[in-house]
């Protein structure tokens, strides 16, 4: 992750820790760290959580972090809690550092600093509460642990390197990504147990949106993220890169309900095939080493540094 400016948040893990929430595991439940098939013949066989690992140090897996917390605020309870109680508004960049650093420690952590992480998050969400909206309930985790794989997905289809291609590794990490969930208050069992169930849920889901149309506080709070968000005058370029990547990825209901322009004029589909070859070719020519450092360094260290 050291391909991104380096901006510090550090959380100096010091003293003991509180033991990391654990759910009990039906029978039938996935396990999440079980090999899956080698993906080709002449490699061992990679774990889930390695494979989640290796994608977690790619480009496309970080550039597709907006279209997922769009997914999210379709739930008209992540976006009343975003809207009450966040400050991605008027702070966006250090937000996305802070859930930077929770991804981190789930892929890459040892046990005792993914506790003291999924320990300060659980703290926070006891205040993010309200008559309708509760960031311990497990169903809005799961929702949001959803959309980190499917915008993980998404972003290694379209800008990375051949996994049209490794489909059967899209059922490792399908699997893992549970995880974001099931450290904090989702119990285990709740996910998917392979991707053709998670296909299920997720469509499920995606077509209830569809049908019930988007919350009036879901379409503002996004509207904001998208236009309002009060970045540094040399970053205002980004949001139009992600406009332009989302409103071409986002269902149709999605995209006009945040206000984004039609992706099939001319003026979107040459923007957004631009976006798509630029970070196809930064991808492919930035070294593997670089993309390993931060990630490293975390093991090493114990220090949270993006």
């Known amino acids: 992750m050291s391909y991104l400016p380096n901006l510090i948040l550090t959380t100096q893990l010091r003293g003991p820790t509180k033991p990391t929430k654990t759910h009990a595991i039906s029978p039938h439940a996935p396990n999440h760290h079980t090999p899956t098939p080698q993906i080709q013949n002449d490699q061992p066989p990679l774990s889930n959580r390695a494979l989640l690992a ?4 790619d480009i496309p897996t970080w550039l597709a972090g907006p279209y997922a917390i769009l997914l999210q605020l379709a739930s008209p309870a992540i976006a009343l809690g975003s809207h009450t109680h966040s400050r ?55 929702w949001t642990a959803a ?59 995606m077509g209830r ?54 992706p099939n004029g001319w003026g979107m589909w040459l923007g957004y095939w631009a976006v798509v070859w630029v970070v196809w070719g930064v991808d492919r020519a930035m070294p593997g080493f670089v993309k390993k450092g931060a990630a490293e360094d975390v093991q090493r260290t114990g220090r949270w540094m993006i």
């Open 54 to 57: 290796l994608a977690v140090e």
């Open 88 to 142: 991605f508004t008027s702070d966006p960049i250090s937000r996305f550092l802070r859930t930077a650093v929770f991804v981190l420690a789930v892929t890459h952590g040892t046990p005792e600093q993914l506790s003291a992480i999924t320990g300060v998050i659980t703290k926070q969400h006891a205040h993010v509460r309200g008559k309708t909206y509760d960031a311990r309930n497990a169903e809005l985790q799961k």
């Open 147 to 205: 959309t980190l794989f499917v915008a993980q997905r998404k972003g290694r289809m379209v800008f990375g390197r051949g996994t049209r291609a490794v489909g059967r590794e899209m059922e490792g990490l399908c699997l893992e990504s549970g995880r974001f969930a099931s450290v904090l208050d989702m119990p285990g069992e709740m996910w998917p147990e392979g991707l053709d169930q998670f296909e299920e849920y997720f469509a499920g889901e």
């Open 209 to 262: 949106i569809e049908r019930e149309g988007v919350d009036g506080v879901s379409a503002e709070v996004g509207r904001v993220l998208l236009f309002g968000l009060g970045l540094p005058w040399w970053l205002g370029w980004v949001m139009v890169v992600v406009r332009v990547v989302v409103a071409r990825w986002l269902p149709d209901g999605l995209r006009r309900a945040y206000g984004l322009r039609d």
